[in-house]
T-cell receptor, first 109, second 113 residues
Framework: AQRVTQPEKLLSVFKGAPVELKCNYS??????LFWYVQYSRQRLQLLLR??SRESIKGFTADLNKGETSFHLKKPFAQEEDSAMYYC???????????FGQGTRLTINP | DAGITQSPRHKVTETGTPVTLRCHQT?????MYWYRQDPGHGLRLIHY???????DKGEVSDGYSVSRSKTEDFLLTLESATSSQTSVYFC????????????FGPGTRLTVT
């Protein structure tokens, strides 16, 4: 069965420090993975997807099929990065996503 | 924000009463979804729709039903609300061109007392 695991419910780092939010998945098909973000008082929105291989707001994420991981990284955290982050896996042919449990990131000044 | 609205935005109801939440979109997107968001569980899919009158169950569908009689509206009904259904409910939509990028509504906070 398909599953997404985010092992950290809470993550707190200082401004300027590197940040890594972990995501592991379990899926027998060809995975397509996403990171969604929910800032305070805003809607949940797409941050990035692995297939685009782009950097958004300084964040990157690389799909590692060997380790079945899609960790989100940023070298220098900013206070505005404080938010709830969800990793999500697409289910081929079903047009739906499976979300992880979420990680609340807090950037301390 | 994509044209997605949810109503009501907040609701308090008593155990055993029926409750209907509405999701309305102005994007003419084919796919619509209902999720619930709970601490420690993240977002879990309740039901989704892939067209008018075409719906399917998600991972936590027990106690919920849905209907979609028009492209723009997707209704979620709790036939007899229970305290375990206290949650924040999100509607999302996605289009045929990119079914995997979902656009979310503002959420409905439901409290069952």
């Amino acid at each position: 069965a398909q599953r997404v695991t985010q092992p950290e419910k809470l993550l707190s780092v200082f401004k300027g420090a590197p940040v890594e939010l972990k995501c592991n998945y379990s899926y027998s098909g060809s995975p397509e993975l996403f990171w969604y973000v929910q800032y305070s008082r805003q809607r949940l929105q797409l941050l990035l997807r692995h297939i685009s291989r782009e950097s958004i707001k300084g964040f990157t994420a690389d799909l590692n099929k060997g380790e079945t991981s899609f960790h989100l990284k940023k070298p220098f955290a900013q206070e505005e990065d404080s938010a709830m982050y969800y990793c999500a896996l697409s289910i081929q042919g079903a047009q739906k996503l499976v979300f992880g449990q979420g990680t609340r990131l807090t950037i301390n000044p | 924000d994509a044209g997605i609205t949810q109503s009501p935005r907040h609701k308090v109801t008593e155990t055993g009463t029926p409750v209907t939440l509405r999701c309305h979109q102005t994007e003419n997107h084919r796919y619509m979804y209902w999720y619930r968001q709970d601490p420690g569980h993240g977002l879990r899919l309740i039901h989704y729709s892939y067209g008018v009158k075409d719906t399917d169950k998600g991972e936590v569908s027990d106690g919920y039903s849905v209907s979609r009689s028009k492209t723009e509206d997707f209704l979620l009904t709790l036939e007899s609300a229970t305290s375990s259904q206290t949650s924040v409910y999100f509607c999302a939509i996605s289009g045929t061109g990119d079914p995997y990028e979902q656009y979310f509504g503002p959420g409905t906070r439901l409290t069952v007392t």
